[in-house]
C-alpha cells in the first residue's frame, strides 16, 4: 500500500474537505491510504501529492468523483434504526397529511420527503415502503420522495435499486422482503412500483441547495458526524431554510443540534426525537 | 471439528458413502439424504449450513428443487450442485437462482475441500460483522438515549433562561416582583424532565 506522507495528509484532507466537506481526521493515516492507495496506483500515480495534482488538474472530474465514492461512507441499512421510521408511520405522517388534505376531494394531497444524504438509497426506500402501506390509494395524493448524496457510485446504486445479501442481512423483516423486492441469484431488486415512487439525485450538502424547494419532511441521519462544527451550523441552517414551517426534520439517533442550530426545537415522541423549527 | 453440517444428496449409494468418508475426515458433520423428497424432509429439521447435491436425482425433486427448497428456509444455507459435464448449463442456470457454486463429476475432492473452506470462511466473516453490528447497535442505542435526554433537557434550560430574561427585562412590574418570579422559575427546576 502507497504510504503517505504528513504534508500530503494536510494537501489532500484539505482537499477533501473542499470538494466534499468531509473532515478526515490526519492522525489517521491508514484511512486515507486504503481508500485512496487503489485509486493511485490505478491512475499510475507514485505519491498522494501525484494524485492529488492530478485530480484537481483534470477537467472530467472522473478522479475527484472516485475520491469522493471512496471517503464517504455507505454502510446504511433498510429501517436502519427503527424508530425513526415508528416516528414517521405513528406520528410525522398521519399529522401532515391531516394539515395538508385539501378541503376540496378533487384536488390531491402534496408531500415532499428528502433524504438529504441518501448513500445507496435503504432509508429512501424504506419510507417508500412505509407509505405504500399506509396509503392503499395513492391516486389522491402528490407524494415526492427525493434522495440525495454526494456519491456518484451511491448515487447510481441507488437508483438501481439493487442489493447484495450483505446489505440486505439486517433490518429488513422477511415478509417485506418478498413483498418488495425481487431475487436474482445473490441479488434483491426493489420492485417497480416502489421504484417508480423516489428519485435519486447527486448533491453537495456543502452547496447552496438550489432550486430543491422546501419539504415537508427532511431526513439528516448520520452525515453532519463527518462534518466540522461551522459546515455543520452552515448545513442546519440551510436545512432550516428548506423545511416548511410546520415541517420534521430528523437527525441521526446520536446527533445533537445543541448548539448546532437555535432554529430549531428538540420534541420527543416515544422513544424518537424530532425537530421542528421555532 | 469444523463446525459447519453439511447435507449430501446424492441417490447414488456409494458416491454418498465416499462423500461422507471424506467429508468426516475433514471434520465436517455429514448429513445423508438418498433424494430430493428426502432432503426436503430433512432440510426444515436440522441446521446445515452446506447442501451439496446432484443435479439429476429421480423423481420431481432434482438438485434446482432441493436448491430452491434450501433457500426458501434460508437464505443462509449454501448449495453446491454436482454435475455431469453435459449439464454445466443448467448448473450455471442454478447459480442464477442463488447456488454457491458447482462442481463437475467425476468429484475432485480438492476442488470440494477448498470451495467449503472458502464458504466457511464468508460464513465466520459474516457472523463476525452480525456480532459487530449488534455491538455497534447496543452503543448507539445505549448513546442515543443519553444523547436524547441531554437534548432535551438543554432545550428546556434554553427556554427558562429566556423567560427569566423576559421576566428581568419586563419594565412593568416592580424589580422585587421580578426576582420573586425568576426564583420561582428557578424553584420549578426539579420538575425538568429527566
Same mark, same amino acid.
Request: glycine fraction near 4%; aromatic fraction near 8%.
Given at each position: 500500500?502507497?504510504?503517505?506522507?504528513?504534508?500530503?495528509?494536510?494537501?489532500?484532507?484539505?482537499?477533501?474537505?473542499?470538494?466534499?466537506?468531509?473532515?478526515?481526521?490526519?492522525?489517521?493515516?491508514?484511512?486515507?491510504?486504503?481508500?485512496?492507495?487503489?485509486?493511485?496506483?490505478?491512475?499510475?500515480?507514485?505519491?498522494?501529492?501525484?494524485?492529488?495534482?492530478?485530480?484537481?488538474?483534470?477537467?472530467?472530474?472522473?478522479?475527484?468523483?472516485?475520491?469522493?465514492?471512496?471517503?464517504?461512507?455507505?454502510?446504511?441499512?433498510?429501517?436502519?434504526?427503527?424508530?425513526?421510521?415508528?416516528?414517521?408511520?405513528?406520528?410525522?405522517?398521519?399529522?401532515?397529511?391531516?394539515?395538508?388534505?385539501?378541503?376540496?376531494?378533487?384536488?390531491?394531497?402534496?408531500?415532499?420527503?428528502?433524504?438529504?444524504?441518501?448513500?445507496?438509497?435503504?432509508?429512501?426506500?424504506?419510507?417508500?415502503?412505509?407509505?405504500?402501506?399506509?396509503?392503499?390509494?395513492?391516486?389522491?395524493?402528490?407524494?415526492?420522495?427525493?434522495?440525495?448524496?454526494?456519491?456518484?457510485?451511491?448515487?447510481?446504486?441507488?437508483?438501481?435499486?439493487?442489493?447484495?445479501?450483505?446489505?440486505?442481512?439486517?433490518?429488513?423483516?422477511?415478509?417485506?422482503?418478498?413483498?418488495?423486492?425481487?431475487?436474482?441469484?445473490?441479488?434483491?431488486?426493489?420492485?417497480?412500483?416502489?421504484?417508480?415512487?423516489?428519485?435519486?439525485?447527486?448533491?453537495?450538502?456543502?452547496?447552496?441547495?438550489?432550486?430543491?424547494?422546501?419539504?415537508?419532511?427532511?431526513?439528516?441521519?448520520?452525515?453532519?458526524?463527518?462534518?466540522?462544527?461551522?459546515?455543520?451550523?452552515?448545513?442546519?441552517?440551510?436545512?432550516?431554510?428548506?423545511?416548511?414551517?410546520?415541517?420534521?426534520?430528523?437527525?441521526?439517533?446520536?446527533?445533537?443540534?445543541?448548539?448546532?442550530?437555535?432554529?430549531?426545537?428538540?420534541?420527543?415522541?416515544?422513544?424518537?426525537?424530532?425537530?421542528?423549527?421555532? | 471439528?469444523?463446525?459447519?453440517?453439511?447435507?449430501?444428496?446424492?441417490?447414488?449409494?456409494?458416491?454418498?458413502?465416499?462423500?461422507?468418508?471424506?467429508?468426516?475426515?475433514?471434520?465436517?458433520?455429514?448429513?445423508?439424504? /438418498?433424494?430430493?423428497?428426502?432432503?426436503? !424432509? $430433512?432440510?426444515?429439521? @436440522?441446521? #446445515?449450513?452446506?447442501?451439496?447435491? *446432484? &443435479?439429476?436425482?429421480?423423481?420431481?425433486?432434482?438438485?434446482?428443487?432441493?436448491?430452491?427448497?434450501?433457500?426458501?428456509?434460508?437464505?443462509?444455507?449454501?448449495?453446491?450442485?454436482?454435475?455431469?459435464?453435459?449439464?454445466?448449463?443448467?448448473?450455471?442456470?442454478?447459480?442464477?437462482?442463488?447456488?454457491?457454486?458447482?462442481?463437475?463429476?467425476?468429484?475432485?475432492?480438492? /476442488?470440494?475441500?477448498?470451495?467449503?473452506? !472458502? $464458504?466457511?470462511?464468508? @460464513?465466520? #466473516?459474516?457472523?463476525?460483522?452480525? *456480532? &459487530?453490528?449488534?455491538?455497534?447497535?447496543?452503543?448507539?442505542?445505549?448513546?442515543?438515549?443519553?444523547?436524547?435526554?441531554?437534548?432535551?433537557?438543554?432545550?428546556?434550560?434554553?427556554?427558562?433562561?429566556?423567560?427569566?430574561?423576559?421576566?428581568?427585562?419586563?419594565?412593568?412590574?416592580?424589580?422585587?416582583?421580578?426576582?420573586?418570579?425568576?426564583?420561582?422559575?428557578?424553584?420549578?427546576?426539579?420538575?425538568?424532565?429527566?
Amino acid at each position: 500500500m502507497l504510504k503517505i506522507s504528513p504534508d500530503e495528509l494536510k494537501l489532500v484532507a484539505q482537499y477533501i474537505h473542499d470538494i466534499s466537506g468531509i473532515y478526515l481526521d490526519q492522525s489517521k493515516s491508514y484511512l486515507f491510504e486504503t481508500r485512496l492507495g487503489a485509486i493511485a496506483t490505478e491512475h499510475g500515480c507514485s505519491s498522494y501529492k501525484e494524485l492529488y495534482q492530478k485530480a484537481r488538474s483534470e477537467a472530467s472530474k472522473i478522479i475527484e468523483r472516485k475520491i469522493i465514492d471512496a471517503i464517504s461512507t455507505n454502510e446504511t441499512l433498510f429501517f436502519r434504526d427503527k424508530a425513526p421510521f415508528e416516528l414517521l408511520q405513528h406520528k410525522l405522517l398521519p399529522e401532515l397529511i391531516d394539515a395538508r388534505t385539501p378541503n376540496s376531494p378533487a384536488l390531491k394531497t402534496n408531500l415532499k420527503i428528502w433524504s438529504a444524504a441518501s448513500s445507496t438509497g435503504q432509508e429512501l426506500y424504506s419510507i417508500a415502503i412505509i407509505i405504500k402501506e399506509m396509503l392503499p390509494d395513492m391516486s389522491k395524493y402528490a407524494i415526492k420522495l427525493l434522495g440525495t448524496d454526494i456519491s456518484d457510485g451511491a448515487v447510481a446504486q441507488a437508483s438501481r435499486g439493487k442489493y447484495n445479501k450483505f446489505e440486505m442481512e439486517r433490518g429488513l423483516p422477511g415478509d417485506k422482503l418478498q413483498r418488495y423486492f425481487t431475487m436474482f441469484g445473490d441479488s434483491w431488486t426493489i420492485k417497480d412500483d416502489i421504484r417508480a415512487m423516489v428519485q435519486f439525485r447527486k448533491l453537495n450538502l456543502m452547496l447552496p441547495f438550489g432550486g430543491l424547494g422546501k419539504f415537508d419532511i427532511i431526513f439528516c441521519r448520520n452525515v453532519a458526524i463527518y462534518f466540522t462544527l461551522p459546515d455543520r451550523q452552515k448545513l442546519f441552517n440551510k436545512i432550516a431554510d428548506s423545511l416548511a414551517d410546520d415541517g420534521y426534520l430528523i437527525i441521526g439517533s446520536t446527533e445533537s443540534l445543541t448548539g448546532i442550530c437555535p432554529r430549531f426545537i428538540p420534541k420527543r415522541h416515544l422513544r424518537s426525537i424530532f425537530y421542528q423549527k421555532k | 471439528m469444523r463446525n459447519m453440517t453439511i447435507l449430501v444428496v446424492d441417490d447414488d449409494p456409494v458416491i454418498r458413502r465416499m462423500l461422507e468418508k471424506r467429508l468426516e475426515k475433514e471434520g465436517y458433520e455429514v448429513l445423508l439424504a /438418498e433424494d430430493g423428497y428426502q432432503a426436503r !424432509k $430433512i432440510l426444515p429439521q @436440522q441446521h #446445515i449450513d452446506v447442501v451439496l447435491t *446432484d &443435479l439429476m436425482m429421480p423423481g420431481s425433486i432434482g438438485g434446482i428443487e432441493v436448491l430452491d427448497i434450501a433457500k426458501k428456509i434460508s437464505h443462509d444455507i449454501e448449495v453446491i450442485l454436482i454435475t455431469a459435464h453435459s449439464s454445466v448449463d443448467t448448473a450455471v442456470e442454478a447459480m442464477k437462482k442463488g447456488a454457491a457454486d458447482y462442481l463437475e463429476k467425476p468429484i475432485n475432492f480438492d /476442488e470440494l475441500f477448498l470451495r467449503l473452506e !472458502k $464458504i466457511a470462511n464468508v @460464513q465466520s #466473516i459474516m457472523r463476525n460483522a452480525q *456480532d &459487530l453490528s449488534q455491538a455497534m447497535d447496543t452503543t448507539e442505542s445505549a448513546a442515543a438515549v443519553t444523547i436524547q435526554n441531554l437534548e432535551i433537557r438543554s432545550a428546556e434550560l434554553q427556554e427558562r433562561m429566556d423567560s427569566i430574561e423576559a421576566i428581568l427585562r419586563d419594565d412593568l412590574i416592580t424589580p422585587y416582583d421580578r426576582i420573586d418570579k425568576v426564583f420561582d422559575l428557578l424553584a420549578a427546576r426539579d420538575n425538568l424532565i429527566t
